[in-house]
């Protein structure tokens, strides 16, 4: 679907199929997580300590929950970046470069998401980030779920990635007060992807299936799993310092329940585009046309204690 423009400002692209498609293979995090509506930049979500249920013998008060209650901040930021083409390029049509160009957008985009969102290892206040990341937050202690810090946070060491640290690291998220099975995602790093495709259970079976069966050799073009749970590769599965649609760090394997990766939609904040000609503002100077790309997205992590992380260092 080709994008035209009218003068009208800012368009958005994610209403094209190929962008969304884009998008959501590079961003497990978009694609999974828990979109909430947003009206302004900021926004509280509620979040529960969880409820006690006892037993209520009968004439007596209702047994009382103490569980502690909080709210967890959404906070947008923006993403964005711009292209230049030169007045000589644009022999071929507007919309067909522009098209071009979205598709890459929204894969950069997507890989960028899911990095700052999962990746970043340093607080908000230091990687200039309006919110923290998975990562970080798996180091910090949460008081009000009774999270410790680096409880779910699993550096791989010396021996690599083994089929012992896998389920070790999975059966961290699994014994949790958060576990949902019907919840749950695994996101990795295609760098897990040899790793993975070597390691056996005691079976003699690989442990993952790259099928739409669930099984090894089945019908193509399904969701892969691992031990049973859906899984999508993403490049942004690196560790950061401070943000990057190309990652340098170390790679590495998420697993969590969906429902507590908290994504803010902000009001006209999906990704999109607008187009600055040689005819007018700064392209005349340079005989260059500009292409601007946008979004305005919010994130949180509902509770540390929703997932495990297991680090390929």
């Known amino acids: 679907m080709a994008v035209t423009f009218t003068g009208a400002g800012w368009i958005p692209i994610e209403t094209n199929p190929d962008v969304i498609q884009k998008v959501q293979q590079s961003s497990a995090v978009l694609r999974w997580g828990n979109h909430v509506p947003m009206g302004s930049n900021t926004k509280y979500t509620p979040r529960s300590g969880g409820v006690v249920i006892d037993r209520w013998a009968k004439s007596t008060s209702a047994p009382a929950d103490n569980s502690p209650n909080d709210s967890v901040l959404l906070n947008t930021d923006k993403f964005g970046g711009k292209v230049v ?13 522009v098209d071009a160009k979205s598709g890459d957008a ?4 997507g890989k960028l998401f899911d990095n700052v969102t999962l990746g970043i290892t340093a607080a908000k206040g230091t990687s200039g980030w309006g919110f923290d990341s998975l990562y970080y937050l798996l180091t910090q202690n949460d008081t009000v779920t009774g999270y410790t810090g680096n409880a779910n946070l699993t550096l791989a060491g010396t021996g690599g990635i ?33 790793v993975l495709r070597g390691i056996k259970d005691a079976s003699g079976s690989p442990i993952l299936n790259e099928s739409s069966n669930g ?26 310092a401070a943000g990057s649609s190309k990652p340098t760090g170390n790679p590495f ?12 939609d902000r009001t006209q904040g999906e990704l999109a585009v607008n ?8 392209g005349v100077d340079t005989d260059e046309n500009l292409l601007y790309f946008r979004a305005r997205k919010a994130f949180a992590v509902g509770a540390p204690g929703a997932f495990s992380m297991l680090v390929k260092n």
């Open 162 to 194: 083994t089929y012992d640290n896998l389920s070790a690291a999975l059966g961290l998220y699994e014994v949790g007060d958060f576990f949902d099975e019907a919840e749950t995602i695994v996101v990795a790093h295609p760098s897990f992807k040899q």
């Open 275 to 282: 187009f600055q000609d040689t005819e007018t503002g700064i």
């Open 85 to 97: 083409v030169a007045a000589e390029d644009m022999e071929d049509s507007l919309a067909s470069i």
């Open 215 to 240: 099984t090894a050799g089945g019908g193509q073009g399904g969701t892969p799993k691992l031990f049973g749970y859906e899984l999508q590769w993403s490049m942004g599965a690196k560790t950061s």
């Open 106 to 109: 929204g894969t950069a985009f």
């Open 253 to 264: 394997i998420v697993f969590g329940n969906r429902q507590y990766l908290q994504v803010g």
